[in-house]
């Protein structure tokens, strides 16, 4: 046996293992992210940018940001949904930013200082809107800001659409309403011609000279059941019913009022009709509570307020001895089985709220117009119907029925249409890749539990005043400075810190940071150190897998 090995030589690591040694083999890069708040939200906000504004505490320039995208945020920071806190990353860590009433609070503070746009020089251009809800008066505000003369008509006394007439005020006061839709039709070459209705959008556009139209009608038409009411007994539709109490009404409903549905609208006409002097309301739902429609936040006021549920339930009929309901059972593809079983409930009046749908009657003679089975306008990408020019959007085409979805459907219109006019077609710029939680360094973070907005207790919830609160300014700023600002640099500096080469030089604020590729060495510790997954490691180009690095071990001067 041999005493003595053939090769003494120690195998190195720098052999065995990519990125140790004096051998670069990847290197960082500043990289956008789109953030998920922004990629939930259906107006297309950068919600994450003008978040940035308002925690440093520049509101206005915050506003301006906001609205350049959604021009109704006193409204939809209190009424929308929010589907961007719903996305938001920080819910991972505590409870997501409270982003809604941060856009309510700069929303009023426009307002409270009379914050105003500029448009630009008029393109002799006319397009007329169809409907003065949240999509027509979206479309008609970037239509003007591209400095293009737009008409709204709308058939009500009152602008505002769904959000006047479907909204409660308890949820959506009119005043700050009033205001964001006075700063949209007050836009130089805006008019607003309501109570004027719109039977035929083909003559309409040839009468008015107009070189384009945008539709957006809105669902305003209530579905309806085939349930017998007998005996005389009062029997409204939820959607009959809001707009009555807005224009000011205050309809006799009884002490006892069944609301049929499980949507958003059914949780407002059952909290309407307390208001209005019920003293029980119940809501028939033909699912079970895992199925149900409405969102969360809105059915958990509704029964806050004294609204039961009767889940699994359908109306059988509604006479002078009370409702008749009957028991389902739910099969596994979603439809429902009579069981025969049926209860007797008391009840002086019911509400149904069993869906809305537009009427398109102004669309019948517009050749190429295709309505679908489903009630709904058949559009493109660019939401141009059938016939060139005539494009559509809100509710009347379908999708998620929200006003925020609707506003989106009226700026990505006038986007179109501004292209259409001038002869081209809007193309929307790539959206840059989504940034997830688990994407995110956060080794260590400050607790900053979520704002609250104070409430109005339940037993004083006897009139329409509004339930929210809002946010001061020293916790809407607070409320800012939540934001994790996924996937994009905010500059605080802990790339350049953790650097153990000094290659990470301060640009100047705004500007990020710049790599000297003389001093780093793809170690990978301000990747590792970026909280927001503001940088990535890139492999070196190919072919120079093996490139020295650094070169001659340089020192930043």
């Known amino acids: 046996m041999a005493l003595k090995r053939d090769d003494m030589t120690q195998v190195l690591q720098e052999t065995t293992r990519r990125g140790v040694g004096s051998r670069r083999w990847q290197k960082p890069v500043y990289r956008h992210f789109l953030p998920p708040c922004n990629h939930a939200c259906p107006a297309g906000e950068d919600i994450q940018g003008w978040l940035a504004l308002a925690q440093a505490g520049e509101y206005e320039k915050a506003w301006r940001a906001l609205v350049a995208n959604n021009p109704m945020p006193a409204i939809h920071g209190r009424a929308c949904y929010h589907p961007c806190e719903g996305g938001c990353n920080r819910g991972e860590l505590d409870s997501p930013v409270a982003i809604h009433a941060v856009e309510r609070f700069l929303g009023d503070l426009a307002a409270e200082k009379g914050w105003q746009v500029s448009v630009a020089p008029a393109t002799g251009k006319k397009v007329l809107v169809v409907g003065a809800g949240p999509a027509g008066l979206s479309c008609a505000w970037h239509l003007a800001r591209m400095g293009h003369q737009v008409e709204i008509r709308d058939a009500a006394e009152q602008p505002g659409g769904m959000m006047m007439y479907g909204i409660p005020a308890y949820r959506l006061p009119r005043d700050p309403m009033n205001k964001d839709i006075a700063r949209i039709t007050g836009l130089p070459g805006v008019t607003l011609r309501c109570g004027q209705r719109v039977d035929d959008v083909v003559r309409a556009k040839q009468e008015g000279g107009f070189d384009a139209v945008f539709v957006g009608v809105g669902a305003q038409l209530a579905n309806r059941l085939n349930i017998p009411a007998m005996d005389g007994r009062k029997m409204t539709d939820a959607i009959g019913l809001l707009g009555d109490v ?86 596994p593809d979603g439809s429902v089985t009579p069981t025969g079983e049926t209860e007797r409930l008391a009840a002086d009046a019911v509400v149904l709220a069993v869906g809305q749908h537009s009427d398109l009657g102004l669309l019948a003679d517009a050749v190429g117009v295709k309505v679908q089975k489903d009630g709904t306008v058949a559009v493109d990408a660019g939401l141009m119907t059938g016939q060139a020019g005539i494009f559509a959007g809100g509710d009347c085409i379908g999708g998620a029925r929200t006003m925020t979805t609707a506003t989106g459907h009226g700026k990505l219109a006038a986007r179109a249409i501004d292209a259409w006019l001038g002869g081209g077609t809007y193309e929307h710029p790539a959206s840059h890749p989504l940034v997830r939680f688990d994407m995110l360094h956060l080794p260590d973070y400050r607790d900053a539990p979520r704002s609250v907005q104070a409430e109005r207790p339940v037993a004083e919830r006897m009139g329409f005043d ?89 020192v930043r001067a």
């Open 246 to 331: 807005s224009r000011g009404g205050r309809p006799a409903l009884g002490r006892v009022v069944a609301v049929v549905g499980g949507g958003n609208v059914a949780m407002d006409a059952a909290r309407t009709a307390r208001r209005l002097g019920a003293t029980d309301t119940v809501i028939i739902f033909r699912y079970d509570p895992q199925h149900m429609e409405a969102l969360p936040a809105e059915a958990a006021e509704a029964v806050a307020e004294g609204a039961k549920v009767r889940w699994l339930s359908v109306v059988d009929h509604f006479g002078a001895d009370g409702l008749v309901v009957e028991k389902v059972t739910m099969n």
């Open 466 to 554: 509004e339930v929210d609160a809002g946010l001061d300014a020293r916790h809407a700023r607070y409320e800012a400075q939540r934001c994790l600002s996924c996937g994009n640099c905010f500059e605080c500096d802990n790339c350049y810190a953790a650097c153990p080469e000094q290659a990470i030089t301060r640009l100047g604020p705004g500007q990020g940071y710049a790599v000297s590729m003389d001093l780093c060495t793809g170690c990978a510790t301000c990747f590792e150190q970026c909280p927001c997954h503001a940088i990535e490691m890139e492999p070196e180009p190919a072919g120079q897998d093996a490139a020295p690095a650094p070169s001659g071990f340089k």
